[in-house]
């Protein structure tokens, strides 16, 4: 068997088992962001769930897209701790902790990053409420009218945007 169809399989194996966790505990949305990691993962030269136990990385990316939207914590919905997660696929929280730490390096993560946040976290990012101007971090309502229309398209389809007044 060659190394792209190695790959192919080990990444459906890997969707199912984080659709089954996500079916099983959280909800569709996660779901669908931990399927998109895994085929972003897939998509490096390096793959990195070519080697080592699929449960490991399964565990590593509902843990990554958890850890970037507060899934660990009480005041969030949904809510699971991450033992939860340990328990599921027979992991230990060390293990998960540095593949995750490994996932978020490679693919430059952090939190309130659009791609793999929910939609709730996209809503409440308190970055939403601010724009570059000339360089300097400026509050959107502190702007004309104007700008902050055009602000709000180019968000609106996904795009960032920044002014230049001075120079």
Same mark, same amino acid.
């Given at each position: 068997?060659?190394?792209?169809?190695? @790959? @192919?399989?080990?990444?459906?194996?890997?969707? *199912?088992?984080?659709?089954?966790? +996500?079916?099983? *505990?959280?909800?569709?949305?996660?779901?669908?962001? +931990?399927?998109?990691?895994?085929? *972003?993962?897939?998509?490096?030269?390096?793959?990195?769930?070519?080697?080592? *136990?699929?449960?490991?990385?399964?565990a590593s990316i509902i843990y990554t897209i958890g850890s970037l939207n507060f899934?660990?914590?009480?005041?969030?919905?949904?809510?699971?701790?991450?033992?939860?997660?340990?328990?599921?696929?027979?992991?230990?929280?060390?293990?998960?902790?540095?593949?995750?730490?490994?996932?978020r390096d490679l693919l430059k993560l952090n939190r309130f990053d659009n791609k793999?946040?929910?939609?709730?976290?996209?809503?409440?990012?308190?970055?939403?409420?601010?724009?570059?101007?000339?360089d300097l971090i400026v509050p959107i309502d502190s702007l004309p009218e104007e700008?902050?229309?055009?602000? @709000?398209?180019?968000?609106?389809?996904?795009?960032?945007?920044?002014?230049?007044?001075?120079?």
């Open positions: 068997m060659d190394t792209k169809q190695v @790959k @192919k399989e080990k990444e459906q194996m890997l969707i *199912k088992l984080v659709s089954d966790f +996500c079916q099983d *505990k959280l909800n569709e949305e996660y779901k669908t962001l +931990c399927v998109e990691l895994v085929q *972003k993962l897939g998509r490096k030269r390096t793959v990195p769930f070519i080697t080592g *136990k699929l449960e490991i990385w399964a899934l660990f914590d009480r005041s969030f919905e949904p809510y699971i701790p991450s033992s939860d997660i340990h328990e599921y696929f027979e992991t230990k929280s060390s293990t998960v902790s540095a593949k995750s730490k490994t996932i793999f946040s929910t939609n709730l976290m996209i809503e409440n990012n308190p970055f939403n409420q601010y724009v570059m101007v000339d700008y902050q229309q055009m602000i @709000k398209e180019a968000r609106s389809k996904g795009e960032d945007i920044s002014f230049q007044i001075n120079g």
